[in-house]
């Protein structure tokens, strides 16, 4: 740990909960550093001690990130009490937890990591990270629809409009669209605008990271490579806390 970290920060990057848990845990008077009673916004440094009631909390220094191949069915959440959570599925040796989201009905990529700073720069809407995805809808397609689909489409249910976006037809009912936002079901709600309904739906890249011939059901560690392009991608970017939706 070379800079200080915010002690919320320190308790989730050591797996013992969340951000905000961290932080109703410190106002409960439940965490130490030093022998002294932890306060909100209070900095760990090198060489701090740091107690979560009897527990002795050591934060993870190895920098974890997967490239999941998830499959349909599985849930993107880190809460045990839903049985088909994408953690216990991937039963990964050391604390990680998923960045963003991907549909129960939908599969294909999803990474997964221990840093929280990470999420948040990649997942934050402001960031304009692309996201892509192979679409199979249930009828042909219309030139009407995919020029509808890239300038823009108002959700009523969210009244809200997307963003404008790239679409390409790559087969007579199967398009390939790239997001640099990431709506609830935002792809099947801008389909249903234009009464098409999602038969398939895939996410093959995150950014610079693709999903390739990952088989599914199986992670891989991005490489050294891609780590290095991803750094460069989010250096700009805001790592203001994103909260679920």
């Not at 720069?121 to 995919?146: A, P, Q, W």
Request: charge should be positive.
């Amino acid at each position: 740990m070379e800079e200080p970290v915010r002690i919320n920060k320190y308790l989730s990057e050591a797996g013992i909960c969340s951000r905000r848990e961290a932080d109703r845990q410190i106002e409960a008077g439940n965490v130490t550093i030093n022998g002294r009673m932890a306060m909100m916004g209070d900095k760990v440094s090198a060489g701090d001690v740091v107690m979560y009631g009897k527990k002795k909390v050591t934060r993870e220094e190895e920098m974890i990130l997967l490239a999941v191949n998830k499959p349909i069915g599985i849930v993107c959440t880190a809460e045990k009490r839903e049985k088909d959570n994408i953690v216990d599925f991937i039963n990964y040796p050391k604390r990680i937890y998923p960045i963003g989201r991907l549909d129960k009905t939908s599969h294909g990529l999803l990474l997964m990591t221990n840093q929280g700073d990470l999420v948040n720069k990649m997942m934050r809407s402001g960031n304009y990270h692309e996201k892509e995805y192979i679409v199979k809808v249930n009828r042909d397609l219309t030139e009407e629809f995919l020029r509808g689909m890239a300038k823009g489409v108002y959700l009523k249910e969210l009244d809200a409009t997307t963003r404008p976006c790239r679409v390409e037809k790559v087969g007579r009912r199967v398009f390939r669209i790239i997001l640099t936002q990431g709506m609830n079901r935002q792809i099947r709600r801008m389909c249903e605008a234009f009464s098409y309904c999602v038969i398939d739906l895939k996410r093959v890249r995150i950014m610079n990271i693709r999903l390739g011939e990952l088989k599914e059901g199986t992670y891989r560690k991005v490489t050294q490579e891609e780590w290095r392009e991803l750094q460069e991608q989010i250096r700009h970017s805001s790592n203001e806390t994103v909260i679920p939706g």
